[in-house]
């Protein structure tokens, strides 16, 4: 028998840090565990039709972006701080995290214009940035995406954006699934330090492109065999409720406070 056989090996791998890794994979985790929670409520909360958290989301965006009172940009904030703190706990921690994150980077970007005396237009900008990821996150947290697709419907929006909006969201939690695979793939298979970490993240991205492009044409073959013509229909007949009845009216005495703030 050889002698190298014979020998002990006594080989140690290099210690290498795969903290991209670890974050990717979190983060993928994160947002498929979102995208799920929002596929298994049965009920949207609050029990408000989602075409009416729509309709006055964007009514309300539009009434920050266009006030001139920083009196109204508190109400406002008063009240979506309300509709926040009845929500749970996680979902208030992720939506002041994301709209804070977006706030802090509007103050930052308008912050060299506070030394040509504009200190107000800095807080009312930054103000109405944050109030308005508020409102949109508040949305996304309390509606279905099915509910919101179907809302859309109702204001007639054109089939073509309803669909690409539809199929984003579908196809952001399979592809997701897919490069959350190679990175378990990509981690069990690192042996030792990588020198070469660049390729290793082009690998992951080429193939993930080659697969979008081959479900993208199986789906596209799929819709011309069950006869997909590109409409789409909400069979859901609208059933108004209490709760709806009050929303309007939060709604409406905001747009009541609007006008009369305006004209002061």
Not at 29 to 37: V, Y
Not at 76 to 87: D, G, N, R
Not at 134 to 141: G, K, P, T
Not at 183 to 205: D, E, F, P, Q, W
Request: with cysteine; aromatic share 12%.
């Amino acid at each position: 028998m050889p002698e190298w056989l014979l020998k002990d090996e006594s080989y140690i791998p290099e210690s290498d840090k795969d903290t991209f890794i670890n974050k990717s994979i979190l983060s993928l985790l994160g947002l498929l565990a979102r995208i799920r929670t929002q596929g298994c409520d049965k009920t949207d909360k609050y029990f408000v039709h989602a075409a009416l958290k729509v309709a006055f989301t964007f009514l309300l965006i539009l009434l920050l972006s266009i006030s001139r009172n920083f009196t109204f940009i508190v109400i406002s904030m008063v009240y979506l701080l309300v509709i926040l703190s009845l929500m749970r706990g996680k979902e208030i921690l992720h939506i002041l995290k994301v709209s804070s994150a977006m706030a802090l980077f509007t103050f930052i970007v308008l912050l060299p214009s506070a030394f040509w005396g504009n200190g107000y237009s800095i807080v009312t900008i930054t103000s109405k940035v944050l109030a308005t990821i508020i409102a949109v996150n508040i949305l996304s947290h309390s509606a279905k995406w099915n509910s919101i697709t179907s809302a859309l419907k109702v204001f007639h929006v054109p089939d073509i954006f309803i669909f690409v909006l539809d199929i984003t969201i579908k196809y952001i939690a399979m592809l997701g699934e897919f490069s959350l695979y190679m990175l378990y793939a990509l981690k069990l298979r690192s042996v030792g330090k990588n020198h070469n970490k660049y390729a290793a993240l082009s690998g992951i991205a080429g193939t993930l492109f080659i697969k979008s492009k081959e479900m993208a044409e199986e789906m596209h073959a799929a819709m011309e065999c069950r006869g997909f013509t590109g409409e789409y229909s909400v069979h859901n007949r609208f059933k108004f409720t209490a709760a709806d009845f009050i929303y309007i009216l939060i709604n409406a005495g905001l747009l009541t406070i609007f006008v009369y703030l305006e004209r002061i």
